[in-house]
């Protein structure tokens, strides 16, 4: 069973420093996701990682992959106040239908 | 283009009562998926369908069905509402042959069953 663990699960930050969200998960998978939920929201892709060491940039946020160690990184760098959200990572089991198995979010707050 | 849509958008059951939600999308997606969210957790999967007239269960099926008669639909159903089931669902759907895969998701639908 695939198991997938984010950490930190709650992360205050000030604004215009930086951080890191960490996503273990437990089984070999070719693809990892990373989407944004703001409160009452959907979810909302951010990026998408198909490979050992793939590395994604949108503006201040920098998303990696390590398929050996079986761990992504999203990375934030200086911190604004918009960033405020839950962050989840998606891991594919391997299947027919590509199901997703999702961490459980790491809530981010950035004051001001 | 609407994407996916998910109705309704807010219901309240008594316990034992049962309902349907609907999920539809418009991007001609083979694969749609329901999951629930409940708070602090990520989003669990329920069921999920490879294509039209096709379903499967996923991590967390019991005291759910589903029904997908037509491509663009995937209905979730509640037969005897429980409290536990009080949560958030929401439907996505995908390509089964573009990549790279991405699920897209509803606005959800808050299910309050007292």
């Known amino acids: 069973e695939l198991k997938v663990e984010q950490n930190p699960l709650f992360l205050s930050m000030q604004e215009g420093k930086n951080y890191t969200i960490y996503c273990n998960y437990s089984t070999t998978s070719d693809r990892l996701y990373w989407y944004r939920q703001d409160p009452g929201k959907s979810l909302e892709s951010l990026f998408v990682l198909l490979s050992n060491g793939a590395v994604k940039q949108e503006g201040r946020l920098m998303a990696s992959l390590d398929t050996k160690a079986r761990l992504s990184t999203l990375h934030i760098t200086a911190a604004v106040h918009d960033l405020s959200a839950t962050y989840f990572c998606?891991?594919?089991?391997?299947?027919?239908?590509?199901?997703?198995?999702f961490g459980s979010g790491t809530q981010l707050t950035v004051l001001p | 283009n609407a994407g996916v849509t998910q109705t309704p958008k807010f219901r309240v059951l008594k316990t034992g009562q049962s309902m349907t939600l609907l999920c539809a999308q418009d991007?001609?997606?083979?694969?749609m998926y329901w999951y629930r969210q409940d708070p602090g957790m990520g989003l669990r999967l329920i069921h999920y369908?490879?294509?039209?007239?096709?379903?499967a269960k996923g991590e967390v099926p019991d005291g759910y069905n589903v029904s997908r008669l037509k491509k663009q639909n995937f209905l979730l159903g509640l037969e005897s509402a429980a409290p536990s089931q009080t949560s958030v669902y929401f439907c996505a759907s995908s390509y089964s042959d573009r990549q790279p895969y991405e699920q897209y998701f509803g606005p959800g639908t808050r299910l309050t069953v007292t």
């Open positions: 991007m001609n997606h083979e694969y």
């Open positions: 369908s490879v294509g039209e007239g096709t379903t």
């Open positions: 998606a891991v594919v089991v391997s299947g027919s239908a590509r199901q997703l198995t």
